[in-house]
């Protein structure tokens, strides 16, 4: 199989910047613009985010099959690529664009069909982009260096989001957040766009093993018998789950906790140090850190200093806090942590790809990646489900206040039990569910760098190479 070439590699980096631009716009922002802005209830909007990832649970699979069955002159990929990237950006503009006659159940309804309809399409983008990772690389140096490449891009994609959003909110709309979000999710929309087409002009797959697709039922069998994914996808689940928590929690956590009259001053701020920090893991920490120690040794070491400094927010949290820079220390560790996790658990996920095809006789790459979607935007769901809960129950949302009001310090008019529950929720659940993610893997994770080369040379060897 021929090496990837430069241009090959930009373009494919691109879009990854591109395609996590999008979800962390809607990760992120979603439950803030729907519940703190227009008023739909926590309580509705967490459940509705958790039934579109049950729905997810249906259509992603299905997504994988019907890209592992595709056979066109663009190849198996590009077309599901091109296709899903247009429609999603089209879904996304719509779905931060509420039409402003609408409230009540009218508006809690529009949010509900416009994120399924988001969460179907961004899989019908997601899937064939992460299975190309293992369709056209051997394995080993060069298929860990391309996933290194695309998480480390698709981290600068998040990292743009995160960084820019409230400042270019407040910029476009001023104190009117609606219309600034707004008119921010169209130039995303279309940066989207082009980003994802260079790839799909750039980036042609190369020739892959040509079976036969399974069915449903096969599939789900398939999956179940490879106990390596599964071992990865549910790590996936728990610490994602446990990060999206807090990126969903923290936007309040600075509105009503931090406070002050510029909250989203403080709020970029961190944001722009986090996301710095994001970066530099995915393309300097990991790397330098992989010189000395194995990747199983890596994931284990960025576990705790996720865990550290969640703790250190938590005991920072209840100090005066005034100070935005004291926040920096735990989200050196988190955003860092974070970032190197991002690259390391699509490395795990890819190699379980070898190791399928040689236990069960398949190359699933297309099912195993159905299941990264999948089990992503499961995690998001759960978490903006237990956020939701969080914010019902602490009574946090400035939907009523007027145009005039909204440069208030809302710290000021929250109760003091409300913050130190924002607080524990966003720390202490985290810490828990980063605990169990260690427990798991150890216990179950047998894909150590030896092997791997080795399941790549018995592999080869099967298929006569």
């Not at 227009?38 to 967490?46: D, E, H, K, N, Q």
């Not at 779905?95 to 009218?106: H, K, Q, S, T, V």
């Not at 690389?137 to 998040?158: F, I, K, M, Q, Y």
């Not at 989207?192 to 079976?211: H, Q, R, S, W």
């Amino acid at each position: 199989m021929k090496k990837l070439n430069m241009t090959e590699k930009i373009s494919y980096g691109l879009g990854a910047v591109g395609k996590d631009m999008v979800y962390m716009l809607s990760a992120s922002y979603i439950l803030y613009y729907y519940q703190d802005l227009l008023g739909v209830p926590a309580a509705a909007m967490g459940a509705i985010l958790l039934a579109a990832r049950i729905f997810d649970a249906f259509n992603d699979p299905v997504m994988g099959l019907l890209v592992a069955k595709t056979r066109t002159r663009w190849g198996r990929f590009r077309p599901w690529l091109f296709i899903g990237t247009l429609t999603n950006a089209v879904v996304l503009y719509l779905m931060f664009a509420a039409p402003p006659a609408l409230d009540g159940a009218g508006l809690t309804a529009y949010a509900a069909v416009t994120y399924i309809l988001w969460g179907v399409t961004y899989t019908m983008m997601d899937i064939p982009y992460w299975s190309m990772i293992p369709a056209f690389t051997e394995g080993g140096s060069e298929r860990e260096g391309l996933s290194t490449l695309a998480r480390s891009c698709a981290g600068v994609g998040s990292a743009i989001v995160t960084i820019v959003t409230m400042m270019a909110v407040h910029a476009i709309g001023g104190a009117d957040e609606v219309t600034g979000f707004k008119w921010f999710t169209l130039i995303i929309s279309v940066l989207f766009v082009i980003l994802i087409g260079i790839t799909c002009v750039n980036v042609k797959e190369k020739a892959t093993v040509d079976m036969d697709s399974p069915s449903v039922g096969a599939m789900f069998k398939a999956l179940l018998q490879n106990d390596q994914a599964m071992t990865v996808v549910l790590a996936i689940v728990l610490i994602n789950t446990s990060i999206y928590i807090t990126s969903n929690l923290v936007i309040y956590f600075f509105k009503y906790d931090f406070g002050g009259t510029g909250w989203f001053n403080s709020y970029t701020l961190f944001n722009t140090f986090g996301g710095g920090i994001q970066i530099l893991a995915m393309m300097l920490f990991y790397p330098v850190l992989r010189k000395f120690f194995s990747n199983t040794r890596i994931f284990y070491i960025s576990l705790g200093m996720a865990i550290a400094g969640y703790a250190a927010l938590l005991l920072i949290a209840f100090t005066a806090m005034n100070n935005v820079f004291v926040l920096f220390i735990p989200a050196f560790f988190i955003f860092g942590a974070n970032g190197i996790l991002s690259v390391l658990t699509t490395v795990f996920l890819a190699n379980t790809v070898d190791y399928g095809e040689l236990k069960n006789k398949r190359r699933d790459e297309s099912v195993i990646f159905s299941m990264q979607t999948f089990v992503v935007k499961l995690a998001s769901g759960v978490a903006v489900f237990i956020a939701s809960l969080a914010l019902q129950v602490f009574n946090l949302s400035s939907a009523e206040t007027t145009e005039a009001d909204k440069l208030i310090d809302f710290s000021a008019a929250v109760a003091a039990s409300s913050r130190v529950g924002l607080r524990m929720t966003m720390t202490l659940i985290p810490i828990a569910g980063l605990f169990v993610a260690i427990f798991w893997f150890k216990k179950r994770f047998i894909l150590t760098e030896a092997k791997v080369q080795e399941i790549a040379e018995q592999v080869r060897a099967a298929r006569g190479e």
